[in-house]
């Protein structure tokens, strides 16, 4: 994968990208525009509900709406420049203006991935470590998390701008982004950075959340006397494990062609076609759409907030709690016996929320 490094892309040609065809190039601007008005709708819908919706204010939700700000960011900045690109045929900007949306691909790609690292160390810590949930996750503490982590990103994101490696136009994928042949060891930090790290981080989250939903099921048949809440508890924790493994495979999908991507751009150059490289960003992208459908449309509290923004006709009420999160964040932990009222209810209750 090769990039053009000037200041004038006139010259480039359909070669230069790899395309057979404009034909081609309209085809994926189309697919990319649908993507990107599905991210932005889904995104900004999640902030509405939020908005609209008192029980929905919580600690834990401020880590959603910083996951929501970044793909919004990406639908309203990355994915218009490259839908326009991929209709142009070529970089249709100067080359400041490259550098400048190169920083912010990289920003978004950094700073989305990892708030879904801090939402799963948040599930986390609310499921398994509940005596400490109330001390770390105050609205301040979340605040300071949320901007803590695009703090971060924004660091990650510069080197290219001081020489290691460049921000610069890749023909092969229609959008400005780093050149990652410039610097091969900067490609593989921003793998362990980006994909490897945060992606270990929710793989140990899920697996200890899962186990201590399985274990706060067995310890439950010494503490309920009826069938009913035995089975109830079970499903919801399946519930749970099922939704956080959602959100791993779908990191997994989206971002480990890119990465593949990458790596065959430095090691092993015009090995695969244009258009495996061109479906990795268009995968990537999608993952701005994904993140609404995952922790909103799978929550009811947010399902019923969609059908409220979109169908006002119907007159829904909003659950008491939320799948995310809801207004008591009354974390518990394993183990946990849980009486007669079911006063004491998991973390899993809350995330699920009998969706």
């Keep these: ?11 480039l040609t359909l070669a230069d990208h790899g395309a057979s065809s404009m034909a081609e190039l309209y085809i994926e601007g189309v697919i990319l525009l649908i993507i990107c008005l599905v991210a932005l709708v889904g995104n900004v819908s999640v902030y509405l509900i939020v908005i609209r919706t008192k029980k929905l204010r919580t600690v ?35 080359h400041t203006s490259c550098l400048v949306f190169g920083f912010i691909n990289m920003l978004t790609l950094c700073s989305s991935v990892l708030s879904l690292c801090n939402i799963s160390i948040n ?58 042949t410039l610097a091969p060891p900067y490609a593989i930090f921003m793998i362990s950075c980006c994909f490897g790290g945060p992606f270990s981080v929710m793989t140990v989250c899920n697996i200890l959340i899962f186990y201590s939903a399985r274990k706060s099921n067995k310890n439950t048949k010494y503490y309920t006397t009826t069938k009913p809440k035995k089975k109830d508890a079970q499903t919801k924790e399946m519930r749970l494990a099922s939704i956080l493994l959602v959100v791993v495979i779908a990191f997994f999908i989206s971002w480990c062609p890119y990465c593949i991507s990458m790596l065959l751009s430095i090691y092993a150059p015009g090995v695969a076609p244009r258009g495996f490289h061109m479906f990795t960003i268009l995968v990537g992208y999608a993952n701005s759409g994904v993140n609404p459908i ?45 009486n007669a009222t079911n006063d004491s209810r998991l973390s899993a209750d809350e995330l699920v929320n009998r969706s």
Excluded: H
């Design 294 to 338: 995952i922790y909103g449309v799978m929550n009811r509290s947010f399902r019923n907030g969609f059908k409220q923004l979109y169908c006002g006709c119907m007159d829904l009420q909003m659950e008491e709690s939320t799948a995310i999160g809801s207004n008591s964040e009354e974390p518990s932990g394993s183990g946990i016996p849980r």
């Design 1 to 11: 994968m090769t990039s053009e490094n000037s200041t004038s892309y006139e010259s």
């Design 123 to 180: 599930r986390y810590v609310m499921i398994c470590r509940p005596f400490r949930a109330k001390t770390i996750y105050t609205k301040r503490n979340a605040i300071l998390m949320v901007i803590g982590v695009y703090a971060l990103a924004f660091v990650i994101s510069l080197p290219p701008l001081f020489g290691w490696a460049a921000y610069a136009y890749i023909p092969v994928q229609s959008f400005c982004f780093c050149d990652w």
């Design 60 to 94: 834990t939700n401020f880590f959603i709406l910083g996951l929501a700000a970044a793909d919004i960011l990406v639908s309203v900045a990355n994915m218009p420049v490259t839908v326009a690109s991929l209709f142009a045929g070529t970089w249709p900007l100067d």
